[in-house]
Structures are given as C-alpha cells and as structure tokens.
T-cell receptor, first 112, second 115 residues
Framework: GIQVEQSPPDLILQEGANSTLRCNFS?????LQWFHQNPWGQLINLFY???GTKQNGRLSATTVATERYSLLYISSSQTTDSGVYFC??????????????FGTGTRLTIIP | NAGVTQTPKFRVLKTGQSMTLLCAQD?????MYWYRQDPGMGLRLIHY???????AKGEVPDGYNVSRLKKQNFLLGLESAAPSQTSVYFC??????????????FGPGTRLTVL
C-alpha cells in the first residue's frame, strides 16, 4: 500500500514563528487532506488539497502531485496551533472507495 | 447541526466482554468510517460504509463488526474484547464524491480501555 511520511515528527516553536510541515507519499493520489488534532483529541479538517495551493487565514497548503509531496505552512504561530498535524491520502480511483491512509503526524508545540 | 457524535466517550471493559460503539451524523452523508488511533500513530481504518446497508473492511478489521442499518448511524461492535483493542476510536463521515471536494468530518472519539 501507499506510504505516507511526515516530517519533522516533532516541532517546538516560540509564539509568532512560522513553520513548514511536510508530507511525502509514495504513489499518485486523488485525495489529500490535512488535519489538526488539538490537545483534547478533536480532529479538524484543514484542507482538501490533492493538488495546487490553498490558503485559509494564517494557514496555507501546497501539494505538488507530480513530485508526491505536500506542505502545510503556519504563519505567526499561536498557542492554539499546538497539537498534531496529520496528512491523509487516498489513492483508489474506484468511485465509492474513500479510504484514507494517514501519516504518523507532526507534533507541534507553540511556547508562549 | 451536531455534526458527528459518538457514544460513549469513555469505556472500560474486561477481556472477553462485548460492547457497541454508536456513531451518528446529521449531515445526510453517504459515507461513514471507523478508525482507531494508537499512541504515536496516525489513524487506521477499521471498517467503512458507502451507503445504508453496506459495509466494507478497512486496514485493520479483525475483531470488529459493523452495521449500517440507517443512513445516519454506523455501529462498531467488539464481540470479545482483547487488551490489544485498547485505543481511541474515531468515527467520520463524508459526502458522496461528486465535485471532487470531498472531506471527512470526525467525531470527538471514544477512549476504550480493555483490562
């Protein structure tokens, strides 16, 4: 099956800093999503981005499908950004098969 | 609009006991999923459903059964719990993939401990 690798595994930053999280995947994908899991365990979808670039406030994401990677940018970090960021992909082109394969995540800690 | 809800939030079982986790969504989504999350790992798909009355196996289906009798509900059953099933269980739902803007919405999770 597809391999999804995220880096770095852990990141500790001062409030106000910028960060870049990376997701590499081993096969072409038709669905790529970024999720944030907050310290209370809730998973929130950030972006659906199988290709191209999207922005939402201080967060933006870019997926270069031909080179099999995606980047999540967080600017002007806030303590509420702390948590684990997951990349998840789906490679199956059969309609109705929506299985996501998750990476192991990047744990981000923002220090006040 | 509650989104995706899960009951119970916490549960402790003894080895060999059975239980059912309930997932409900009020977004009229076609697809529903059950994942488990173990410490230091991403989520792994247990079973999923692409519509009422249908279910399919995911990555780690052994020891679990599911049912989707109603579109809004997806049940995950453990017939004979084992300590290896100690985990946090997440339910998710999504629309039918039409406009290629599909995303999965997650419930708050159920923390299960099997002694």
């Amino acid at each position: 099956g597809i391999q999804v690798e995220q880096s770095p595994p852990d990141l500790i930053l001062q409030e106000g800093a910028n960060s870049t999280l990376r997701c590499n995947f081993s096969d072409s994908v038709n669905n790529l999503q970024w999720f944030h899991q907050n310290p209370w365990g809730q998973l929130i979808n950030l972006f659906y981005i199988p290709s191209g670039t999207k922005q939402n406030g201080r967060l933006s994401a870019t997926t270069v499908a031909t080179e099999r990677y995606s980047l999540l940018y967080i600017s002007s970090s806030q303590t509420t950004d702390s948590g684990v960021y997951f990349c998840a992909v789906n490679t199956d082109r059969i309609f109705g098969n929506e299985k996501l394969t998750f990476g192991t995540g990047t744990r981000l800690t923002i220090i006040p | 609009n509650a989104g995706v809800t899960q009951t119970p939030k916490f549960r402790v079982l003894k080895t060999g006991q059975s239980m059912t986790l309930l997932c409900a969504q009020d977004m009229n989504h076609e697809y529903m999923y059950w994942y488990r999350q173990d410490p230091g790992m991403g989520l792994r798909l247990i079973h999923y459903s692409v519509g009422e009355g249908t279910t399919a196996k995911g990555e780690v289906p052994d020891g679990y059964n599911v049912s989707r009798l109603k579109k809004q509900n997806f049940l995950l059953g453990l017939e004979s719990a084992a300590p290896s099933q100690t985990s946090v269980y997440f339910c998710a739902s999504s629309k039918k993939r039409e406009a290629n803007t599909d995303t999965q919405y997650f419930g708050p999770g159920t923390r299960l401990t099997v002694l």
